[in-house]
Structures are given as C-alpha cells and as structure tokens.
C-alpha cells in the first residue's frame, strides 16, 4: 500500500518555472515505477512523465519534452516534476501516481498505476 500526496502547485506566469513534489509513504517506494499525470478541465487525464524505479530510465510526452523533467529521491520517498517554461496549455490538474509495470506502452497509461495522490492544481497565465 501506498499514499501519495503532491505539493508545489500553484499560479505561475507563462515561460516561469515551478517544481511539483509527490510524497509517498510505505516501505516499498523504491519498487515502484512513479509517474505524472495531469487533466485539465473537460479533457480527460494525460500522462506527463515516468520514471523507472531505479530512476534509470525516464519518458516524457512530447507536448513536455525539453521542458519537463521527472525524478526521484528514493531515500525521501519523493519523485519531483520540474516545469520550465510553462505555458498556459499547461494548466491543469496534476497528479502522481505509482505502479509495478513492465510495459512501456502501460508506463504511460493511467491504467498501469494502481495508486493516485489526489493532485495539485497548477494554472498558469498568459
């Protein structure tokens, strides 16, 4: 079991930058493939970044790519998504999630991940 709680969002001005923070208890945080999601008002949910458990690999969405970047502090039991030049497209609901998955195709789908935070609200302006 896993608990994950995300920080960090907030109201940003287009081309600024702000780091989302995800924090998770349970023992097993190190095991777990961790990704970012995010769903803006009457879309649905859309994946943003993963990152292997060791951290050794990661993946974007191309709408992020050269823009954001996942990691991980596996002795704080936190995965990080820094955002840099925002851009109002980016406003959204954003979410962690957590999961064991060996597809890479899954990675970055919602429906490999069995545990959700309850998200962080980042809105930014033009």
């Known amino acids: 079991q896993v608990q994950l709680v995300e920080s960090g969002g907030g109201l940003v001005q287009a081309g600024g930058s702000l780091r989302l923070s995800c924090a998770a208890s349970?023992?097993?945080?190190?095991?777990?493939?961790m990704g970012w999601f995010r769903q803006a008002p009457g879309k649905e949910r859309e994946f943003v970044a993963a990152?292997?458990?060791?951290?050794?690999?990661?993946y974007d969405a191309d709408s992020v790519k050269g823009r954001f970047t996942i990691s991980r502090d596996n002795a704080k039991n936190t995965v990080y998504l820094q955002m840099n030049s925002v851009k109002p497209e980016d406003t959204a609901v954003y979410y962690c999630?957590?999961?064991?998955?060996?597809?890479?195709?899954?990675?970055?789908?919602?429906?490999?991940?069995?545990?959700w935070g309850q998200g962080t609200q980042v809105t930014v302006s033009s």
């Open positions: 990152i292997r458990w060791s951290g050794a690999s990661t």
């Open positions: 349970g023992r097993s945080f190190s095991s777990y493939d």
């Open positions: 999630a957590a999961g064991f998955i060996h597809n890479i195709v899954v990675l970055t789908t919602t429906r490999g991940y069995d545990y």
